[in-house]
């Protein structure tokens, strides 16, 4: 079965609390454009991401706000902030790296919430009854081409506002000569 690509950039998901802090009070998210994942977008906002060591500018905050503030980056991205995040799904930021937040109107020291977002799947429930497939289960994929590869240990995320496509990061496409929508084969583990 075949897949296609949503390769993720450098960004991170805002609490509404963090998002004034950063921006001021009552300040909203501005759609600049949806992205595959049903009801999120691209906002128009940017932060700066700070640490003791490095510095990134112009890193895009995704919305809608959420429950819980968390920076999704690269593993070239975390070499040049000198930190090492852990990699993890998306949402679990307990214990993950510490980084700082610097807004137009506030900069915000976050204790933990810096993660390298692992390689998943997301997909409706009636797409994983359909395709045999189960929340959290692990698959393979596999890329062709000239920089052929199975990526392994793909997580499937099961959730009922989903759009069937791959995430993975610059690091993961570039590696493997990976663009936007390419299509790739889920291979089922045994």
């Known amino acids: 079965m075949k897949v296609s690509v949503g390769i993720s950039s450098?960004?991170?998901?805002?609490?509404?609390?963090h998002l004034e802090y950063?921006?001021?009070?009552g300040y909203k998210l501005e759609i600049d454009r949806p992205?595959?994942?049903?009801?999120?977008?691209?906002?128009?906002?940017?932060?700066?991401?700070?640490?003791?060591n490095g510095l990134i500018e112009h890193?895009?905050?995704?919305g809608p706000v959420r429950p819980y503030t968390q920076i999704e980056i690269?593993?070239?991205?975390?070499?040049?902030?000198k930190i090492n995040p852990p990699v993890r799904m998306s949402g679990d930021i307990k214990g993950s790296e510490p980084i700082t937040l610097i807004g137009p109107?506030?900069?915000?020291?976050?204790?933990e919430g810096c993660i390298i977002a692992d390689r998943h799947i997301h997909m409706l429930p009636k797409q994983a009854i359909m395709y045999g497939f189960?929340?959290?289960?692990?698959?393979?994929?596999k890329v062709p081409g000239e920089k052929a590869c199975i990526m392994d240990c793909v997580k499937?995320?099961?959730?009922?506002?989903?759009?069937?496509?791959?995430?993975?990061d610059n690091d993961d496409a570039n590696a493997n000569l990976i663009k936007n929508g390419d299509l790739l084969d889920i291979i089922k583990k045994k």
Request: aromatic fraction near 8%.
């Open 156 to 168: 499937i995320r099961v959730a009922d506002n989903s759009y069937f496509e791959m995430h993975i």
């Open 105 to 111: 109107k506030g900069t915000l020291n976050l204790n």
């Open 59 to 62: 890193v895009r905050i995704l």
């Open 35 to 52: 992205i595959n994942q049903i009801g999120q977008f691209a906002s128009k906002s940017f932060v700066t991401l700070k640490t003791e």
């Open 22 to 25: 950063l921006f001021g009070e």
């Open 134 to 141: 189960t929340n959290d289960e692990e698959v393979m994929v």
């Open 74 to 81: 690269s593993k070239t991205d975390a070499y040049k902030l």
């Open 10 to 17: 450098r960004h991170l998901h805002v609490t509404k609390q």
